[in-house]
Protein backbone atom coordinates (compact mmCIF):
# COMPACT_ATOMS: atom_id res chain seq x y z
CA UNK A 1 0.00 0.00 0.00
CA UNK A 2 0.95 3.65 -0.79
CA UNK A 3 -1.34 5.16 1.56
CA UNK A 4 -4.66 5.48 3.13
CA UNK A 5 -6.82 8.45 2.44
CA UNK A 6 -10.09 9.32 4.20
CA UNK A 7 -12.50 7.30 1.63
CA UNK A 8 -9.55 5.21 -0.08
CA UNK A 9 -6.70 3.22 -0.05
CA UNK A 10 -4.44 3.45 -2.64
CA UNK A 11 -1.67 0.73 -4.42
CA UNK A 12 0.88 0.52 -6.56
CA UNK A 13 0.13 -1.43 -10.06
CA UNK A 14 0.84 -1.50 -13.82
CA UNK A 15 -1.64 -1.57 -17.02
CA UNK A 16 -1.41 -3.04 -19.95
CA UNK A 17 -4.22 -2.80 -22.19
CA UNK A 18 -4.70 -4.82 -25.61
CA UNK A 19 -5.07 -3.05 -28.32
CA UNK A 20 -2.57 -0.19 -26.62
CA UNK A 21 -4.31 3.17 -26.26
CA UNK A 22 -3.49 5.95 -28.79
CA UNK A 23 -2.48 8.17 -25.84
CA UNK A 24 -2.67 8.40 -21.85
CA UNK A 25 -3.66 6.02 -19.45
CA UNK A 26 -2.53 2.72 -21.43
CA UNK A 27 -0.80 3.83 -24.22
CA UNK A 28 2.54 1.63 -23.22
CA UNK A 29 2.91 -1.48 -21.54
CA UNK A 30 3.35 -2.11 -17.87
CA UNK A 31 2.72 1.20 -17.44
CA UNK A 32 2.70 2.19 -13.73
CA UNK A 33 -0.60 3.32 -12.25
CA UNK A 34 -1.95 4.17 -8.93
CA UNK A 35 -4.74 1.68 -7.76
CA UNK A 36 -7.57 3.00 -5.87
CA UNK A 37 -10.55 1.52 -4.31
CA UNK A 38 -12.74 2.49 -1.60
CA UNK A 39 -13.16 1.47 1.92
CA UNK A 40 -15.40 2.70 5.00
CA UNK A 41 -14.19 2.07 8.70
CA UNK A 42 -17.27 0.05 10.59
CA UNK A 43 -19.12 1.90 13.13
CA UNK A 44 -18.21 -0.53 15.19
CA UNK A 45 -14.47 -0.77 15.40
CA UNK A 46 -12.53 1.22 18.50
CA UNK A 47 -9.20 1.11 18.35
CA UNK A 48 -7.62 -0.99 20.83
CA UNK A 49 -5.39 1.41 23.69
CA UNK A 50 -1.90 2.09 22.27
CA UNK A 51 -2.65 0.15 19.09
CA UNK A 52 -1.65 2.42 15.66
CA UNK A 53 -4.32 -0.47 14.09
CA UNK A 54 -6.84 0.93 11.86
CA UNK A 55 -9.54 -1.50 10.72
CA UNK A 56 -11.19 -0.29 7.64
CA UNK A 57 -13.86 -3.20 5.53
CA UNK A 58 -14.89 -2.33 1.63
CA UNK A 59 -18.11 -1.75 0.58
CA UNK A 60 -20.28 -4.64 -1.33
CA UNK A 61 -19.45 -5.16 -4.78
CA UNK A 62 -22.38 -3.05 -6.43
CA UNK A 63 -21.76 0.07 -3.96
CA UNK A 64 -18.09 -0.07 -5.02
CA UNK A 65 -19.05 0.43 -8.88
CA UNK A 66 -21.21 2.50 -8.25
CA UNK A 67 -18.55 5.32 -6.13
CA UNK A 68 -15.89 4.73 -8.53
CA UNK A 69 -18.18 5.64 -11.37
CA UNK A 70 -19.07 8.97 -9.44
CA UNK A 71 -15.83 9.80 -9.08
CA UNK A 72 -14.90 8.77 -12.33
CA UNK A 73 -17.51 11.09 -13.97
CA UNK A 74 -16.39 14.05 -11.87
CA UNK A 75 -12.86 14.23 -13.24
CA UNK A 76 -14.68 14.22 -16.44
CA UNK A 77 -16.45 17.41 -15.64
CA UNK A 78 -12.62 19.01 -13.66
CA UNK A 79 -10.82 17.65 -16.74
CA UNK A 80 -13.45 19.72 -19.08
CA UNK A 81 -13.63 22.78 -16.79
CA UNK A 82 -10.30 23.03 -16.79
CA UNK A 83 -9.39 23.17 -20.65
CA UNK A 84 -12.04 25.50 -20.88
CA UNK A 85 -10.24 27.93 -18.76
CA UNK A 86 -7.50 27.40 -20.59
CA UNK A 87 -9.66 28.01 -24.07
CA UNK A 88 -10.57 31.27 -22.38
CA UNK A 89 -6.78 32.09 -21.41
CA UNK A 90 -6.25 32.04 -24.93
CA UNK A 91 -8.93 33.64 -26.22
CA UNK A 92 -7.64 36.49 -23.82
CA UNK A 93 -4.08 36.69 -25.13
CA UNK A 94 -5.22 36.62 -28.71
CA UNK A 95 -7.33 39.13 -28.29
CA UNK A 96 -4.54 41.52 -25.99
CA UNK A 97 -2.20 43.99 -27.72
CA UNK A 98 0.88 42.29 -25.96
CA UNK A 99 1.32 38.69 -25.00
CA UNK A 100 1.81 38.21 -21.13
CA UNK A 101 4.82 39.26 -19.37
CA UNK A 102 4.87 36.27 -17.24
CA UNK A 103 4.86 32.20 -17.47
CA UNK A 104 1.49 30.75 -17.82
CA UNK A 105 1.51 26.63 -16.16
CA UNK A 106 0.23 24.21 -18.24
CA UNK A 107 -1.34 21.69 -15.94
CA UNK A 108 -3.50 18.86 -16.87
CA UNK A 109 -5.88 16.36 -14.57
CA UNK A 110 -4.48 12.61 -14.00
CA UNK A 111 -5.63 10.65 -16.58
CA UNK A 112 -8.07 7.92 -15.07
CA UNK A 113 -10.19 4.76 -15.59
CA UNK A 114 -12.11 2.38 -14.35
CA UNK A 115 -10.72 -1.27 -14.41
CA UNK A 116 -13.28 -4.84 -13.88
CA UNK A 117 -11.99 -7.81 -12.37
CA UNK A 118 -13.08 -11.09 -13.30
CA UNK A 119 -12.70 -14.17 -10.99
CA UNK A 120 -10.89 -17.07 -12.33
CA UNK A 121 -11.93 -19.10 -9.67
CA UNK A 122 -15.05 -19.86 -7.49
CA UNK A 123 -14.69 -17.90 -4.19
CA UNK A 124 -17.35 -16.10 -1.55
CA UNK A 125 -18.13 -12.96 -0.60
CA UNK A 126 -20.03 -10.40 1.59
CA UNK A 127 -23.66 -9.72 -0.14
CA UNK A 128 -24.32 -6.00 1.23
CA UNK A 129 -22.37 -3.45 3.06
CA UNK A 130 -24.44 -3.64 6.03
CA UNK A 131 -24.28 -7.47 6.29
CA UNK A 132 -22.92 -10.33 5.26
CA UNK A 133 -24.67 -13.39 3.78
CA UNK A 134 -21.91 -14.95 1.86
CA UNK A 135 -22.43 -15.62 -1.75
CA UNK A 136 -20.69 -17.62 -4.57
CA UNK A 137 -18.89 -15.85 -7.47
CA UNK A 138 -18.55 -18.15 -10.47
CA UNK A 139 -15.39 -18.28 -12.60
CA UNK A 140 -15.81 -15.59 -14.74
CA UNK A 141 -18.04 -13.11 -13.26
CA UNK A 142 -17.17 -9.61 -12.35
CA UNK A 143 -15.89 -9.77 -8.71
CA UNK A 144 -13.75 -6.60 -8.40
CA UNK A 145 -13.64 -2.65 -9.30
CA UNK A 146 -10.55 -0.43 -9.12
CA UNK A 147 -9.98 3.49 -10.27
CA UNK A 148 -6.79 3.57 -11.55
CA UNK A 149 -4.52 6.52 -12.09
CA UNK A 150 -1.63 7.60 -13.51
CA UNK A 151 1.14 8.51 -10.91
CA UNK A 152 1.40 12.49 -9.22
CA UNK A 153 4.13 13.89 -7.73
CA UNK A 154 5.60 16.99 -7.52
CA UNK A 155 8.66 18.58 -6.10
CA UNK A 156 12.31 19.41 -6.95
CA UNK A 157 14.62 16.91 -8.50
CA UNK A 158 15.35 13.88 -6.18
CA UNK A 159 12.27 14.45 -3.49
CA UNK A 160 9.24 14.28 -4.89
CA UNK A 161 6.40 14.75 -2.99
CA UNK A 162 2.41 14.47 -3.08
CA UNK A 163 1.42 17.83 -3.06
CA UNK A 164 -2.32 19.69 -2.29
CA UNK A 165 -2.42 22.96 -3.76
CA UNK A 166 -5.52 23.87 -2.77
CA UNK A 167 -8.55 21.98 -0.31
CA UNK A 168 -12.07 21.97 -0.98
CA UNK A 169 -12.81 23.30 2.95
CA UNK A 170 -10.70 26.11 2.53
CA UNK A 171 -10.21 28.74 -0.22
CA UNK A 172 -7.06 29.95 0.71
CA UNK A 173 -4.07 27.99 -1.31
CA UNK A 174 -2.69 25.04 0.63
CA UNK A 175 0.99 26.05 0.61
CA UNK A 176 2.80 28.89 1.73
CA UNK A 177 4.21 31.85 -0.14
CA UNK A 178 7.65 30.40 0.61
CA UNK A 179 6.88 26.64 -0.67
CA UNK A 180 7.73 25.31 -3.61
CA UNK A 181 5.14 25.15 -6.13
CA UNK A 182 3.05 28.53 -4.23
CA UNK A 183 2.95 29.84 -7.48
CA UNK A 184 1.43 26.98 -8.67
CA UNK A 185 -1.28 26.97 -6.03
CA UNK A 186 -1.77 31.22 -6.61
CA UNK A 187 -2.50 30.26 -10.51
CA UNK A 188 -5.16 27.09 -9.56
CA UNK A 189 -6.95 29.58 -7.10
CA UNK A 190 -7.20 32.13 -10.27
CA UNK A 191 -9.04 29.26 -12.67
CA UNK A 192 -11.53 28.36 -9.63
CA UNK A 193 -12.73 32.54 -10.42
CA UNK A 194 -12.89 31.91 -13.97
CA UNK A 195 -14.42 28.89 -13.75
CA UNK A 196 -17.24 30.16 -11.48
CA UNK A 197 -18.18 33.47 -12.96
CA UNK A 198 -17.94 32.08 -16.71
CA UNK A 199 -20.52 29.24 -15.45
CA UNK A 200 -22.98 31.94 -13.87
CA UNK A 201 -21.73 30.41 -10.49
CA UNK A 202 -22.60 26.47 -11.00
CA UNK A 203 -19.36 25.03 -11.07
CA UNK A 204 -15.64 25.46 -10.13
CA UNK A 205 -13.10 23.28 -9.41
CA UNK A 206 -12.91 23.23 -5.32
CA UNK A 207 -10.11 20.64 -5.03
CA UNK A 208 -6.50 20.57 -6.60
Known amino acids: MIWIGAFKTAHPGWLTLSPLSSSGLGSCTQQDVIVKQP????????????????????YALADELQKLLNESNVLYWVKSLLNFTYEYIDHCIDAALSPPS??????????AGIALAFSHHSLNTQGTSNQ?????????????VYLLEEPVTFGSPGSQIFAKFIHNKDCEPSLDDDEYGY??????????????????????????
Not at 102 to 111: G, N, Y
Request: glycine share 2%; charged share 15%.
Open 102 to 111: FQIPHLHFVD
Open 132 to 144: APTADIKVGTFSA
Open 183 to 208: DLAIFLAFTQHIQYVKTDSLAFVSDY
Open 39 to 58: FYRPSSHTAAAGSSTLKIAH
